[in-house]
């Protein structure tokens, strides 16, 4: 059974930095396409950026030029690292990956959802 978990989050004043990471655990699995969504309270949940196999990244436009997103595939860990951190940024961040099961990639692919992690940017 493969599980994705979040973690890195916290508070931190604005203007600073923090780097998530969101990391696949089990056996006979390989992370294909993952993407982070934040939900700010109150909002609903919005995409800000996803790595693809190869490794190609895309951002909202909200996080274009302060975010950046890698991919450690020996880890099984994707990072999401945020720089110039503002309140706004404040949310829980959720990964997102499409995962490949299967020794031999061959048992199909499914969508997991990590807990989530609570960032605070403070004034």
């Known amino acids: 059974q493969v599980q994705l978990v979040e973690s890195g989050g916290g508070l931190v004043q604005a203007g600073g930095s923090l780097r998530l990471s969101c990391t696949a655990s089990g056996s006979g699995f390989r992370i294909k396409h993952l993407s982070w969504y934040r939900q700010a309270a109150g909002k609903k949940r919005e995409l800000i950026a996803a790595?693809?196999?190869?490794?190609?990244?895309n951002y909202a436009d909200s996080v274009k030029g302060r975010f950046t997103v890698t991919r450690d595939d020996a880890k099984n860990t994707v990072y999401l690292q945020m720089n110039a951190l503002k309140p706004e940024d404040t949310a829980i961040y959720y990964c997102n990956a499409d995962i490949i099961l299967g020794p031999d990639s061959d048992l199909g692919t499914y969508d997991y959802w990590g807990p989530g992690t609570q960032v605070t940017v403070s004034l």
């Open positions: 790595i693809t196999a190869g490794g190609s990244a």
